[in-house]
C-alpha cells in the first residue's frame, strides 16, 4: 500500500509569512495526526481528526495554526503569521482505528523561519 | 557507552554488538508502548509495540522490555548493523488518545 504523502519536502519564509502544509493518508484510514518535531525533540501532537472532524486540537496554537480535513482524506495544516520558533518538521501520520497503534507517519516537511 | 549531550542522548555500540536503549514513561495508565525508529530525513517508522499487561516482547532482532513498577521501557537490538544507526522514541498511548513520544535516543553504530 502507498504511504502517508506530505507535500512540501522542504519550505523556507520569512517570519510573519503564511505558510500551508498538504498530507494525503493511507487510503482507508479514518484518523489523521499532525505532529510538530523541533530539531533534538520527539514530535508533539498538535491536532488529531477522526475523518473530517477534530477530536484532539488542545495543543494547537489555535491563534497562529489553523488544520482541516474536509472530506475526511486529504489534510491541510497552516501557519499565519510564522514565528522563528515555527522552525521545525511538521510530521502527518495516519491509523486504521485511534485504537489501534502503529500509525504510519509520512516524511514530513521541513519548514525554516527567518 | 551512553551519554546524555545538550540534546538527545548518544549511544555508541561497536557492529555486531547488542544495544539497549532506555526509555523512562510517565503515565501509569497507559495501554501499549511503541518503539519508534527515526533516520534522518524521514518520518518515524514502527519497530515494535507491547500492551501493558505484557512484560517482554520480542521481534526480528528486538526485543522490548516493559517494567510498570518503575515505568521504564528498554528496547534491546542484537547484533547491531550500521543500518540501526538512526534516533529511536519510545511512545505511549492509551484509548482513543494519541500517541505520546519521549525526547529520543541517538543509536551510532560504529563498523
Known amino acids: 500500500e502507498a504511504g502517508v504523502a506530505q507535500s512540501p519536502r522542504y519550505k523556507i519564509i520569512e517570519k510573519r509569512q503564511s505558510v500551508a502544509f498538504w498530507c494525503n493518508p493511507i487510503s482507508g484510514h479514518a484518523t489523521l495526526y499532525w505532529y510538530q518535531q523541533i530539531l533534538g525533540q520527539g514530535p508533539k501532537l498538535l491536532i488529531q481528526?477522526?475523518?473530517?472532524?477534530?477530536?484532539?486540537d488542545s495543543q494547537l496554537p489555535k491563534d497562529r495554526f489553523s488544520a482541516e480535513r474536509l472530506k475526511g482524506v486529504d489534510s491541510t495544516l497552516k501557519i499565519q503569521p510564522a514565528k522563528l520558533e515555527d522552525s521545525a518538521v511538521y510530521l502527518c501520520a495516519s491509523s486504521l482505528d485511534p485504537g489501534k497503534f502503529g500509525y504510519t507517519f509520512g516524511s514530513g516537511t521541513r519548514l525554516t523561519v527567518v | 557507552g551512553e551519554s546524555v549531550g545538550l540534546h538527545l542522548p548518544t549511544l555508541s555500540v561497536q557492529e555486531g554488538d547488542n544495544s539497549i536503549i532506555n526509555c523512562a514513561y510517565s503515565?501509569?495508565?497507559?495501554?501499549?508502548f511503541i518503539w519508534y525508529k527515526q533516520e534522518s530525513g524521514k518520518g518515524p517508522q514502527f519497530i515494535i509495540d507491547?500492551?501493558?499487561?505484557?512484560d517482554k516482547r520480542q521481534g526480528q532482532r528486538v526485543t522490548v522490555l516493559l517494567n510498570k513498577t518503575v515505568k521504564h521501557l528498554s528496547l534491546q537490538i542484537a547484533a547491531t548493523q550500521p543500518g540501526d544507526s538512526a534516533v529511536y522514541f519510545c511512545a505511549e498511548g492509551s484509548g482513543n488518545t494519541p500517541l505520546v513520544f519521549g525526547k529520543g535516543t541517538r543509536l551510532s553504530v560504529i563498523a
Open positions: 481528526f477522526q475523518n473530517n472532524g477534530v477530536v484532539d
Open positions: 507491547i500492551r501493558s499487561n505484557m
Open positions: 503515565n501509569s495508565a497507559s495501554d501499549y
